[in-house]
Nanobody
Framework: QVQLVESGGGLVQAGESLRLSCVASGPIFSINFMGWYRQAPGNQRELVASITSRGSTYYVDSVKGRFTISRDNAKNTVYLQMISLTPEDTAVYYC????????????????WGQGTQVTVSS
């Protein structure tokens, strides 16, 4: 069974940095897109950043210039480097990936991690 496990969240002060990691494990054949979503209390889940298997990236306007998404295909891992954090970045951050598993190839399924809390104090 394919699983996504995030790490790296925590409590920081405004202006500080964090790096989130998400490792995909299981019978993986290939991973297409990988991305990070976030959900703050009372808000809808929003796409923060994504990256394709070829390295094309997308960022929501509010994080451009502050967040950087990257991936290590050999390790089935995606990262989100976050700098200059503000209290508005406080949310649960979820990893999301489109995965073709060896057991269901060639069909791609979307998977979610369990989420990691990021809290930025002012």
């Amino acid at each position: 069974q394919v699983q996504l496990v995030e790490s790296g969240g925590g409590l920081v002060q405004a202006g500080e940095s964090l790096r989130l990691s998400c490792v995909a494990s299981g019978p993986i054949f290939s991973i297409n897109f990988m991305g990070w979503y976030r959900q703050a209390p009372g808000n809808q889940r929003e796409l923060v950043a994504s990256i394709t298997s070829r390295g094309s990236t997308y960022y929501v306007d509010s994080v451009k210039g502050r967040f950087t998404i990257s991936r290590d295909n050999a390790k089935n891992t995606v990262y989100l480097q976050m700098i200059s954090l503000t209290p508005e970045d406080t949310a649960v951050y979820y990893c999301h990936a489109g995965v073709v598993s060896r057991t269901h190839a060639p069909r791609e399924y979307a998977y979610w991690g369990q989420g990691t809390q990021v809290t930025v104090s002012s």
